[in-house]
């Protein structure tokens, strides 16, 4: 028999250095989950992110168990790190603080093509150059 599903906790934490302070303690320590535990797998899932936030969905279910889904990173932490720049444009539509290539734009979408609400990986390079053009990022040709 399925277990009974208690919460569902949708949070980021940084890849491979998650610790027990917020957000994460605080969100599951309301549920009764052993926090050392959670932190404890989820480092080992996600060394390879060194430190790049990570959306993560954690299923508690009754008996204080728990499960949990890492997605791909923040389509802006990707472009970020292809265009290397710190940050984002203050006034994107005025400001550029970086450029990145239509390559790296699809291998962007197609690292995270499963988390995008998108048919094929012309749509979800749509959405990757709307997310550049809001951050103040050039797309080139």
Known sequence: MAKEIKAKIKLQAPGGQATPAPPIGPALGQHNVNIGQFVQQFNERTKEYG???LPVEITVFADKT????VKSPPAAELLKEAAKIAKGSGVPN???????TKEQVKAIAQKKINDLNANDIEGA??????T???????VKG
């Open 51 to 53: 430190g790049m936030p």
């Open 66 to 69: 728990f499960t949990f889904i």
């Open 94 to 100: 005025k400001e550029k603080v970086g450029s990145v």
């Open 125 to 130: 390079m749509k959405i990757i150059e709307g």
């Open 132 to 138: 550049a053009r809001s951050m103040g990022v050039e």
